[in-house]
């Protein structure tokens, strides 16, 4: 079945350090890939997504790559934010149309 | 914009109660989802429904039922409440036509404490 792997964390970094969390995926056909953000007692919301092959979204400063060669759709970004610390999930739209998602990242950045 | 609501942030019951967890989307989505969200465990489907009367067991159903009787209103109930069911319940939706390509909707979550 449909699986995502991401990264464990605490992924611990200074404010303007570069950020990259992994994502790998197991996915019949080529489904779209999304990222998800959770602030701090907050619901999930999408922060980007790709729908095929080499598309690369971006939302805020972050980016993805759907990597079809790889299974991958590591989520990057340049210089983060004290304000970007929340966990972070990966996710396929999954089969059945039940989304399968990661065990989440959760990102902390010191001023 | 669209959205999801979730009647409640915070509630705290009491063992033994039977509690609602109503959850509301304008967005005329077909799929709707119950999750539960403890440290370290991830995101954990407990049921959803793609049609209205319409159910599923997700991976962790005991201990709860929903009722689905209109399109856009999904309930989690938990039939006599028990500590150990102490935890965020997210609740989600998504469109059902668009299959491969669609993304899920959550709204902000119920932080529940059964005491």
């Known amino acids: 079945g449909d699986s995502v792997t991401q990264m464990e964390g605490p992924v611990t970094l200074s404010e303007e350090a570069f950020l990259t969390i992994n994502c790998t995926y197991t996915?019949?056909?080529?489904?779209?890939l999304f990222w998800y953000v959770q602030y701090p007692g907050e619901g999930l919301q999408l922060l980007l997504k790709?729908?095929?092959?080499?598309d690369k979204g971006s939302n805020k400063g972050f980016e993805a790559t759907y990597r079809k060669e790889t299974t991958s759709f590591h989520l990057e970004k340049g210089s983060v934010q004290v304000s970007d610390s929340a966990v972070y999930f990966c996710?396929?739209?999954?089969?059945?149309?039940?989304?399968?998602f990661g065990r989440g990242t959760s990102l902390i950045v010191h001023p | 914009d669209v959205k999801v609501t979730q009647s409640s942030r915070y509630l705290v019951k009491r063992t033994g109660e039977k509690v609602f967890l109503e959850c509301v989307q304008d967005?005329?989505?077909?799929?709707m989802f119950w999750y539960r969200q403890d440290p370290g465990l991830g995101l954990r489907l407990i049921y959803f429904?793609?049609?209205?009367?319409?159910?599923e067991k997700g991976d962790i159903p005991e201990g709860y039922s929903v009722s689905r009787e209109k399109k856009e209103r999904f309930s989690l109930i938990l039939e006599s409440a028990s500590t150990n069911q102490t935890s965020m319940y997210l609740c989600?939706?998504?469109?059902?036509?668009?299959?491969?390509?669609?993304?899920?909707?959550f709204g902000q979550g119920t932080r529940l404490t059964v005491v």
């Open positions: 989600a939706s998504s469109d059902r036509d668009r299959g491969l390509y669609t993304e899920a909707f």
């Open positions: 996915a019949t056909g080529y489904p779209s």
């Open positions: 790709a729908t095929k092959a080499d």
């Open positions: 996710a396929l739209p999954g089969g059945s149309y039940i989304p399968t």
């Open positions: 967005m005329d989505h077909e799929n």
């Open positions: 429904s793609y049609d209205v009367k319409m159910k």
